[in-house]
């Protein structure tokens, strides 16, 4: 009885607890979307055939997982951190031997039985430890530019990889790093410069492009005017602002239209274009040119995904349409509403009052992380803590922003609640090693 005690001592519950109630309200979105009613339910939940009787599998498998954490020794993490940031790393170059292309992006390995494994998403977990451990080091002085940008390396690396294999959505995920990154000293310049540079390129796309030039011209030739006493004692601050203006012009002249016509595929941009209500046109784009994809009608943009997550959201109302009462989601209007769209079924079957409460579950979990954050003695554990965090809040952001029009379609699942094995499995293990160094918050781990 004294060992189960220790076993279990300092486990967060009630995190275990909102755990269990997304999974759950998981399996039920997925059988909302996929009931019919000439078939037994019950029987039909442990075939093993329909997506939610395999979720329910997946479930099982994310508990046993989970309990092998809880009992698992948090000095592990930190020993074999460096170690599993590597096999990820192999795992996601591995892909491009063996990889299943699934919806354009070849990101996926085959395991059999209809089974695959998405090493990037995976790696978001080795790439929180090796974080933590890197940021963790006794001797690192994190107020110095190699620290900083050693730690941006080990964060965007699997990003990277993740672009080239067309696995957008997945690499932006790879920015939430900067936040435990901000909390341990990096400079809240670096992340106004970052949001800065995401504004301009809104800006680009929905203004004309002579025009936002001349407000630019006219937003440097202000600053210089309110400046000018400071710019006569140094005139190093007047080359800084023509040097601000010059590259603001440049990135919305050269950089912003490169993106969009030679790097994107043709698809990405015109999902950014209809975000902000705005048509793209394909014949511009170098990918479209080179597959004749301009020939077919393409131009239209390319956002039946999220008009008919919009309905679906919106015909819910206040207080929804009903536990399996919901049309739009029922009648299949919606695509990939088990997995990127999932949330489309909750809005209508529960409406908004359901839609907020669901919410206030994922902004509890959010909250409850950063106050384990900030009660452990080891910053590995404060560290994971908040990547942790990140992860899941740009996960639940951009999934929802995404379903409500406010996000391209960029493929990232609703954590715990969207279908699919890969993506269960990688928030329990993330969470449940989160719950078992927090259980060990005493101790200090390097």
Not at 297 to 318: E, F, M
Not at 325 to 337: A, H, I, L, S
Not at 354 to 383: D, N, P, T
Not at 412 to 440: E, M, Q
């Amino acid at each position: 009885m004294n060992q189960q005690e220790q076993l279990t001592k300092g486990i967060d519950w009630i995190f275990v607890l909102l755990y269990a109630i997304l999974v759950c309200t998981g399996i039920l979105c997925i059988f909302m979307v996929e009931y019919n009613p000439d078939i037994n339910w019950a029987a039909s939940f442990i075939s093993g055939k329909t997506e939610y009787s395999k979720q329910l599998i997946f479930a099982g498998v994310s508990a046993i997982l989970a309990i092998f954490i809880l009992l698992s020794d948090s000095k592990l993490y930190t020993a074999f951190a460096n170690l599993l940031y590597l096999f990820g790393i192999f795992l996601m170059f591995l892909t491009f031997a063996i990889g299943k292309n699934v919806n354009g992006s070849r990101s996926w390995i085959p395991l059999g039985g209809g089974f695959n494994l998405q090493p990037a998403q995976l790696c978001t977990i080795f790439t929180s430890l090796a974080l933590s451990k890197y940021l963790s080091m006794q001797d690192l002085d994190f107020t110095k530019v190699r620290s900083q940008i050693i730690a941006a390396a080990i964060a965007l690396f699997p990003a990277l990889i993740s672009i080239m294999q067309n696995e957008t959505g997945l690499a932006i995920v790879y920015f939430a790093f900067f936040i435990p990154m901000y909390r341990e000293g990096l400079p809240g310049w670096i992340l106004v410069v970052g949001f800065s540079f995401a504004f301009l390129v809104v800006a680009t796309l929905i203004m004309e492009p002579n025009t936002l030039a001349i407000i630019l011209t006219v937003i440097a030739a202000v600053s210089v005017y309110f400046l000018r006493k400071k710019i006569k004692r140094s005139k190093s601050l007047l080359a800084f602002i023509i040097g601000i203006w010059i590259l603001c012009v440049g990135i919305q002249r050269f950089a912003v239209p490169y993106i969009f016509n030679d790097v994107f595929q043709c698809y990405q941009s015109t999902r950014i274009y209809a975000m902000v209500g705005k048509t793209y046109d394909c014949s511009q784009n170098r990918h479209a040119i080179n597959r004749e994809e301009n020939n077919k009608s393409i131009s239209k943009p390319d956002d039946y995904n999220v008009r008919q997550s919009k309905i679906a959201i919106g015909s819910g109302g206040l207080l929804g349409r009903g536990f399996l009462k919901g049309t739009q989601t029922r009648g299949k209007y919606v695509p990939e509403q088990q997995t990127d769209f999932v949330f489309t079924s909750l809005g209508e079957a529960f409406g908004f009052a359901g839609c907020s409460i669901f919410l206030m579950i994922y902004l509890f979990i959010l909250y409850r992380i950063v106050r384990i954050a900030e009660r452990q003695r080891s910053s590995f554990s404060r560290v994971y803590a908040y990547c942790v965090a990140g992860i899941l809040l740009l996960h639940i952001t951009i999934n929802i922003c995404m379903t409500i029009g406010l996000f391209p379609v960029v493929g990232i699942p609703l954590p715990l609640v969207s279908y699919g094995g890969s993506s269960l499995i990688t928030f329990t293990i993330l969470i449940f090693i989160l719950i078992r160094l927090d259980a060990d918050r005493q101790m200090v781990l390097r």
